[in-house]
């Protein structure tokens, strides 16, 4: 089984530039997560979908960030324009969640290393 | 009230002793708490998880033990080996609601040959 697949792994822009992140999920998860990881620190989650409905954004920078999942399935996420402090990991993950199978487990892919200078 | 604080920040072991480490939480709500292992370069994976309706969880050398009047949890980690040395979270999340997982600080974990 493929993993959770996110591209590019790594990105270094300009603060006050734009970007942009994309993850493919495995597949026949319904549940997407984006989470942030500054060095040092623990994820911290910026959006969960369920299917193409945006489940919990209450921590997502909606001025400068979004995110979509038009058909259910990839996902990308998007910063503009960017901040030094939005230098981290991008991470995203799937998990199998639905109301037939409640598999609580997710599975995270290798994240994305975003630098701003 | 969603913060779930994780120590030690490091830690440094022998193989073969035991690696011990601590997490709290504040929210009551929370009935769900995993461990994740993270290596250099890549995303956390799934290592153990536990409810609070058992004290104790154990799969291979890594338990759970899990103290729900204190709201504490912890991993300890038997016979540690080189190939253990990563980075550890604890998270916890509100099972039915959502799946939000709310992460600890992380601890960097060192086994010594």
């Known amino acids: 089984e493929a993993g959770v697949a996110q591209s590019p ?3 270094i822009i300009e603060k ?16 997407l997560y984006w989470y942030q990881q500054i060095l040092g620190q623990g994820p911290k989650l910026l959006i969960q ?4 409905g945006v489940v919990d954004d209450s921590q997502l920078p909606k001025d400068r960030f979004s995110a979509e999942r038009l ?9 503009q324009p960017a901040k030094l402090e ?32 | 009230q969603q913060q779930v604080k994780q120590s030690p920040q490091s830690l440094i072991v022998q193989k073969g002793g035991i690696s011990i480490i601590n997490c709290a939480y504040e929210n009551t709500a929370f009935d769900y708490f995993p461990w994740y292992q993270q290596f250099p370069g890549k995303g956390p994976a799934l290592l153990i998880a536990i409810r609070p309706d058992v004290s104790e969880k154990k799969e291979g050398r890594f338990t ?24 550890y979270f ?10 939000k997982l709310v992460f600890g600080q992380g601890t960097r974990l060192t086994i010594n040959p």
Not at chain 1, 16 to 31: D, K, L, Y
Not at chain 1, 49 to 52: C, G, L, T, V
Not at chain 2, 67 to 81: E, G, T, Y
Request: net charge positive.
């Open chain 2, 90 to 99: 604890c998270a916890a999340s509100i099972f039915m609601r959502a799946q």
């Open chain 1, 9 to 11: 792994r790594y990105k």
């Open chain 1, 49 to 52: 979908f369920q299917n193409n």
């Open chain 1, 16 to 31: 006050r530039q734009s970007v942009a992140f994309w993850c493919n999920p495995i597949s026949g998860h319904a549940t």
């Open chain 1, 86 to 117: 939005d230098s981290a990991v991008y991470l995203c993950a799937s998990s199998l969640k639905n109301h037939q199978a409640p598999t609580y487990e997710q599975f995270f892919g290798p994240g994305t290393r975003l630098t701003v200078l």
């Open chain 1, 71 to 79: 058909k259910g399935v990839d996902s990308t996420l998007k910063i």
């Open chain 2, 64 to 87: 759970i033990s899990f103290n729900k009047s204190a709201k504490q949890f912890s991993l300890h980690i038997m016979d540690s080996q080189p190939g253990d040395s990563a980075t």
